[in-house]
């Protein structure tokens, strides 16, 4: 009998664990289930349109890429560039290079183009600096320490290449209109003196001479010499 009871007592205690232990995992369960899941999704486009890579996310810091200053050469090699070589005009024509010009007339040295007023007035045959050349109907000009501005049409730069020095040999020399003896005298010059020779043709040399411009025999110049 005492046996019985025992076994029934154990039976009883087995049956009420299973219970406790089948409400706990109910309880658990029921825990779980009411946590809410958040699904969140990130976005595959950001505004601009470009996609959105979350492995591209770098935590490296990013520098400026300063603009280089080196030119490449036909040969693949770099050299540095100095922008302090280049002259530039400011009126917007490009670089300017100082050159000689020779006046084919008398003309007038102006202030400023066109109505300018007349600084003084330059002889025909005479070498003038070129100082800038972005007006092509007036050049600006240098002469005698004086700067201003003179008719393109009254100068001659081709010709400046051409011009040399002579000194006269004969005792009293005619400064001629023409390259011919019978041309009209427009002055002399003494021997010793040294003239610049702007033209050479049929053996005569076209001088500049103080403020005569003509032509003189060749056969009294004595060409390259001052």
């Not at 009883?12 to 089948?22: E, P």
């Not at 240098?142 to 290449?161: C, P």
Request: charged share 20%; aromatic share 4%.
């Amino acid at each position: 009998m005492k046996l019985k009871v025992a076994k029934l007592t154990a039976l009883l205690l087995a049956l009420l664990l299973c219970v406790t232990f089948a409400s706990c995992g109910e309880d658990k369960s029921e825990e779980e289930q009411s946590i809410p899941v958040i699904d969140l999704e990130l976005p595959t486009t950001t505004d601009s349109g470009d996609v959105y890579n979350p492995d591209a996310i770098t935590s490296e810091p990013t520098t400026d890429v300063e603009p280089s200053t080196e030119g490449e050469t036909s040969d693949g090699e770099t050299t540095e560039v100095d922008p302090s070589t280049e002259t530039t005009n400011p009126n917007g024509g490009g670089t300017t290079e100082t050159s000689q010009a020779l006046t084919t007339g008398t003309v007038n040295l102006r202030e400023a183009p066109e109505d300018g007023k007349v600084i003084t007035t330059v002889n025909e045959g005479v070498l003038v600096t070129v100082l800038d050349t972005s007006n092509t109907k007036w050049y600006k000009v240098s002469y005698n320490g004086q700067t201003g501005y003179i008719s393109a049409e009254y100068l001659d730069t081709a010709a400046a290449g051409n011009v040399q020095t002579g000194k006269i040999t004969a005792n009293s020399l005619n400064i001629r209109e023409t390259n011919d003896s019978d041309s009209k005298s427009l002055g002399t010059v003494t021997k010793g003196t040294s003239v610049t020779i702007i033209e050479s043709s049929a053996g005569w040399h076209k001088i500049v001479y103080k403020d005569i411009t003509g032509w003189v025999s060749g056969d009294y110049v004595e060409v390259g010499s001052n």
